[in-house]
T-cell receptor, first 113, second 112 residues
């Protein structure tokens, strides 16, 4: 079983829809939770991060962490065709942070005009 | 313009040959990383370096080697010992050992 599980999709939604992307994890030591966005044939870019539990909002994007369920989510409101990309969740433990991240498989999102 | 450059974008090699992938950054970052990305697998860490002249193995270091002689450069050599080298290779850097990593555009290596 992988430490981080993410449904690879693809997920196809109409423009303007609310998108929910999710990851589950098994390691309770994870404290930092990140979402990276990767456009086709490009390197990933950090979209958002949260520490421990709770919500964080940035424009149309909301990241949510539920440590009791070992479940994280990324919500995209009013989705746009430019949001079409692969979304990767990543996690890191709190202690002895070496920059080592554990990534999910990535979910491919397509937003249709 | 600050950033990370990887060259070449596409690389083709015959089986049994070693090949070196370039990664350069001008962000003045201390830490650098190499990842491999395969379809359906996400990113897997090959090697990382927190300071010059020091580096550590990641989760899938077998068949790979690195050097860190300069802060700006972290080349990755894919040796003939790597059983399945065809993949998309990504280099990243961060200010210190951090989750806020900045990625290069990647090199797609095909070995036949």
């Amino acid at each position: 079983q992988k430490e981080v599980e993410q449904d690879p999709g693809p997920l196809s939604v109409p423009e303007g829809a609310i998108v929910s992307l999710n990851c589950t994890y098994s390691n309770s030591a994870f404290q930092y939770f990140m979402w990276y966005r990767q456009y086709s044939r490009k390197g990933p870019e950090l979209l958002m991060y949260t520490y421990s539990s709770g919500n964080k909002e940035d424009g149309r994007f909301t990241a949510q962490v539920d440590k009791s369920s070992k479940y994280i989510s990324l919500f995209i409101r009013d989705s746009q065709p430019s949001d079409s990309a692969t979304y990767l969740c990543a996690m890191s433990p709190h202690s002895g942070n070496t920059g080592k991240l554990i990534f999910g498989q990535g979910t491919t999102l397509q937003v249709k005009p | 313009d600050g950033g990370i450059t990887q060259s070449p974008k596409y690389l083709f090699r015959k089986e049994g040959q070693n090949v070196t992938l370039s990664c350069e950054q001008n962000l003045n970052h201390d830490a650098m990383y190499w990842y491999r990305q395969d379809p359906g697998q996400g990113l897997r860490l090959i090697y990382y370096s927190q300071i010059v002249n020091d580096f550590q193995k990641g989760d899938i270091a077998e068949g790979y080697s690195v050097s860190r002689e300069k802060k700006e450069s972290f080349p990755l050599t894919v040796t003939s010992a790597q059983k399945n080298p065809t993949a998309f290779y990504l280099c990243a850097s961060s200010i210190s050992a951090s989750f806020e990593q900045y990625f290069g555009p990647g090199t797609r290596l095909t070995v036949t």
